[in-house]
């Protein structure tokens, strides 16, 4: 089998582009990099999809998950504060207002009415039964 690798348009192969693209790249990737990313993992057995996002600092009520057939879509906002001070007056301080989004296509519908969802120590779980077809439904965080 023939092994596969990530195209990156922005690799160079010269030294003094590689020196240039990490100057002026970097500071935007890392700005970037502030805002929430949905990270999951999705495990398949015969009967159920299990699904584990990491949504730190996210409140359960700020959460919604919704199923229709094989596609699964996970929301959250999230509301990121840090200050330093000095000597009373601000030196810093930096707010982080947003949301973020993640879809997923599964290779087989969900039986949406024995689907659960939890939300424990900054970790969604969702315990997705396979069925042939489905219907959208917004599930409970418990």
Not at 9 to 29: C, G, I, T, Y
Request: hydrophobic share 35%; net charge negative.
């Amino acid at each position: 089998m023939a092994n596969l690798t990530r195209f990156d348009p922005l690799s160079f192969d010269e030294p003094f582009e590689n020196f240039v693209r990490n100057f002026f790249w970097k500071p935007v990737a890392l700005e970037a990099s502030k805002s929430m990313q949905i990270k999951l993992d999705v495990k398949e057995d015969d009967k159920n999809y299990t699904v584990r996002a990491d949504l730190p600092g996210v409140e359960k009520e700020d959460i919604k998950v919704s199923v229709d057939g094989n596609q699964v879509t996970i929301s959250a906002e999230t509301k990121k504060e840090s200050e330093e001070k000095k000597d009373g007056d601000y030196v810093h301080r930096e707010r982080y207002y947003g949301s973020a989004y993640r879809s997923f296509t599964l290779a087989q519908a969900v039986d949406e009415a024995g689907a659960q969802a939890s939300y424990r120590d900054g970790v969604l779980e969702l315990v997705l039964p396979k069925r042939s077809n489905g219907q959208t439904k917004q599930l409970t965080i418990q």
